[in-house]
């Protein structure tokens, strides 16, 4: 009763709760009933064609979520089998900075479970990481790491970027000076962060102001938009296996901290076997991308030696 009432709370209408439940609607209604009678209350009430929860039902339900939770800790035993397991695996990442580590998780998983049904998300903003997860709409996220994460996540590093300027050498030369980087127009893009990113915080920290004159939705659209300008974008060093020769690229004019990207879960399913599965292959899905990263920590070593 409490997953048939869950089910039908998340997608506010019993014909697709009962067909995620792989039951009749007559049996989903039958299950709400019987949880009415038993609380006292209607739960769901009618809105136009749809249904919406009652004060009462958005007030339990995250309790009957976490009771939920660890009714299936009870029965996890620490072994875990993929092949059996009917859930699909649910990822968010952002895909327009992250298209390369998408495809290496994509192969992997289809290299280990040819049939499984696996989902990849784009990642909106930061604010959604805490409820995708605990709403268990999602596995795990792959992200830019922010300032902090909320108590309730845990995660662990991936693999490290630097911030580098791109521009389109067509229609200008690459960046002299901090002054040129502030003089020339900016074009900028979201990626999985709030309205004030890591890097907007950074420039206003040592009173560096650029002038942003164009935002995009994502990276494919901003390269688009920036051929044949002078505008700049700062991005990570990976975009520019997206730029694809249309844009170049050069060090940013101020040393900046390096970008770390990790993988994001909720700490309520830390002693998951599933989770500990999904974990591992990523973790050598991108493993080739770490070792780039211990390379490039090993030149700037020898660089600083030098």
């Not at 006292?40 to 009430?45: I, K, P, T």
């Amino acid at each position: 009763m409490l997953r048939v009432f869950l089910t039908v709370y998340d997608e506010k209408s019993v014909s697709r709760a009962a067909e995620i439940l792989n039951s009749s609607q007559s049996t989903v209604s039958h299950n709400l009933e019987k949880l009415r009678g038993l609380l006292g209350d209607a739960l769901f009430v009618q809105a136009g064609r749809g249904i919406v929860p009652s004060a009462r039902a958005d007030a339990i339900a995250p309790k009957v979520r976490r009771i939920l939770i660890e009714m299936e800790g009870l029965t996890d035993q620490g072994v875990y089998d993929p092949v059996t397991d009917p859930d699909p695996f649910v990822i968010a990442l952002s895909s327009s900075i992250l298209d390369g580590e998408l495809e290496a998780i994509s192969n992997a998983l289809r290299a280990s479970l040819p049939g499984k049904h696996v989902v990849f998300r784009d990642l909106a903003n930061l604010s959604s990481i805490e409820p995708l997860l605990d709403r268990r709409e999602v596995d795990v996220v792959l992200n830019l790491r922010p300032r902090s994460y909320p108590n309730t996540l845990n995660h662990r590093p991936l693999f490290r970027d630097e911030m580098r300027v791109f521009y389109d050498p067509k229609a200008r030369g690459p960046v002299r000076s901090v002054a040129d980087f502030c003089a020339a127009p900016h074009a900028t893009v979201a990626f999985g962060q709030g309205r004030r990113s890591l890097l907007q915080s950074e420039l206003e920290a040592l009173s560096i102001h650029r002038r942003v004159v164009l935002g995009a939705p994502n990276l494919w659209m901003l390269i688009r938009l920036m051929r044949g300008t002078d505008l700049l974008a700062c991005l990570p060093a990976r975009a520019e296996h997206n730029a694809q020769g249309q844009l170049a690229s050069c060090p940013f004019p101020i040393d900046l901290p390096p970008l770390f990207f990790d993988v994001v879960w909720h700490r309520r399913y830390s002693n998951s076997a599933r989770l500990d599965w999904l974990l591992m292959l990523i973790e050598n899905a991108l493993t080739p991308r770490r070792e780039e990263d211990a390379l490039m920590e090993a030149e700037d070593f020898w660089a600083l030696s030098d």
